[in-house]
Structures are given as C-alpha cells and as structure tokens.
C-alpha cells in the first residue's frame, strides 16, 4: 500500500500485490480513491487502472495544478457507491 496522493478533496492510495504474496496467483493491484467531500470510496483494478494510472501520468508530465488532478480524479469518483466508514 502506498500513499499517492492527498488533496483537501481526495487520497488516491496505490495496491500493489504480488504472485509471490499467499493467495494471489498472479501479480495485481489498484487503486483505492477516497473522495473526502461525498465521503465515498471506490477501489478499480486491471484496465481501469490502468487506464487511471496512464492518464495521471499524462497530467504528471504536463506539470499540473492541484485542481487540474482533482478534476481528473473526480471523473473515477463518480463512480463511487462505497460510503466510507469509520471503524
């Protein structure tokens, strides 16, 4: 688990798992991106992700704003159908 990003609106929090880890069968992973204002959750995996990951990498190699990765963000949390609880 690896913290990627933390805004005043969102966490984005990367999930990686390996084959070698028990009860996985191949290497896998995704994203966990909590959005804070709605109180939400949503966890995407395989093309999804991969499909987030290329296009925070296209803003990442751009240089942009704050604002510019929360909009990007918010398109995923839409999605969104986990409240998120405190335990």
Request: charged share 25%.
């Amino acid at each position: 688990m690896q913290l990627l990003y933390n805004s005043d609106n969102f966490v984005v929090v990367a999930f990686e798992l390996s084959a070698g880890e028990p009860g996985v069968s191949d290497a896998r992973g995704g994203y966990e991106i909590v959005d804070k204002f709605n109180r939400k959750e949503i966890f995407i995996e395989g093309e999804l992700a991969q499909s987030f990951k290329l296009g925070v990498q296209a803003l990442v190699d751009a240089g942009p704003t704050e604002e510019d990765l929360d909009e990007y963000i918010s398109r995923y949390t839409a999605l969104a159908q986990q409240p998120v609880l405190m335990h």
